[in-house]
């Protein structure tokens, strides 16, 4: 690995197709960097399995009492691995949990999300199905800053999928997913190519 390739550390709780759409931007030289490592809250997700046909470490870290968030502890051992193995940005590829102090002071400014809608429209869970029941006639996909808010992070990019008169929550969220596995990547090469100036809630994209 060069000094310049970025290390990233990917966090997910399923899955894992946008950590597949991350590993192939990076095996392509979209994204100048590698995953290091792949942590999940899950022990039998199949993001995990994605990272060791790879030979790329892969952790579960609980079991967790609680399904929105994990204990201050479960954190902190999650910032061990990331540091570890030498992070410098984590990218949320399908994380279900709400992230909490530990991660977010440990890598403050160096962690992005994915969220299938155009935010702040429908955050939270279920976002497509949110955007079927409300009736809207686009949606789409937020890569954004991770800050202490749900889903309220600074924008970076966004991409817009029309709702169809004949869509179903599944084929909605295959099209938005499609979207996703555009949008995390070209942030990340965004980012590692020190594209990427905040200010405030907002983000500048640099030429």
Known sequence: MSSEELCIGVLGSGNG????AILQACDRGQIPGRVAVVVSDLADAFILERARKRGIPAHF????RFKTKLEPELETQMVSILRAAGV???ALAGYMRVV???LL???EGKMLN???SLLPAFPGLHAWEQ????GVRVTGCTVHFVNEGVDAGPVILQQAVPVLT????ATLHQRIQVAEHESLPEAIRLFALGKLQTDGQQVKILE
Do not use: Q
């Not at 955007?131 to 409300?134: H, Y």
């Open 131 to 134: 955007a079927l029941n409300f």
């Open 166 to 169: 004949n869509d179903t929550p």
């Open 100 to 102: 909490k102090m530990p």
């Open 105 to 107: 002071t440990a890598f």
């Open 88 to 90: 410098e940005l984590v």
């Open 17 to 20: 197709s946008n950590c597949e």
């Open 61 to 64: 870290v609980g079991p967790s």
């Open 114 to 116: 994915v969220h299938p």
